[in-house]
């Protein structure tokens, strides 16, 4: 099992910045991915941003030059800074921990940008 603790969320106006962070722990494989997903009212769970243990990344196009995910390897922490902040990025934000045998989510954070 992996358990993920996210934080970091809350509420911005537009145009400014938020970091989220995501630590994980338990069964924790050299071999993951570790990524941000996020829902908004009414909308399907959409990928933000991943990146493996080997520090590949990628983006959604609506926050390419906006938001950066990094990580920690030796924390087993996964960050994300979102700048440029936009009211459409309002949603929860959910922490994903992938390897070759599951998926774990963490249980959210709200991000609200006010225009």
């Known amino acids: 099992q992996v358990q993920l603790l996210e934080s970091g969320g809350g509420l911005v106006q537009a145009g400014g910045s938020l970091r989220l962070s995501c630590a994980a722990s338990g069964s924790i494989f050299g071999i993951n991915t570790m990524g941000w997903y996020r829902q908004a009212p009414g909308k399907q769970r959409e990928l933000v941003a991943t990146?493996?243990?080997?520090?590949?990344?990628n983006y959604a196009d609506s926050v390419k030059g906006r938001f950066t995910i990094s990580r920690d390897n030796t924390k087993n922490t996964v960050f994300l800074q979102m700048s440029s902040l936009k009211p459409e990025d309002t949603a929860v934000y959910y922490c994903?921990?992938?390897?070759?045998?599951?998926?774990?989510w963490g249980q959210g954070t709200q991000v609200t940008v006010s225009s």
């Open positions: 990146i493996t243990s080997g520090g590949f990344t």
């Open positions: 994903k921990y992938s390897n070759f045998r599951s998926d774990y």
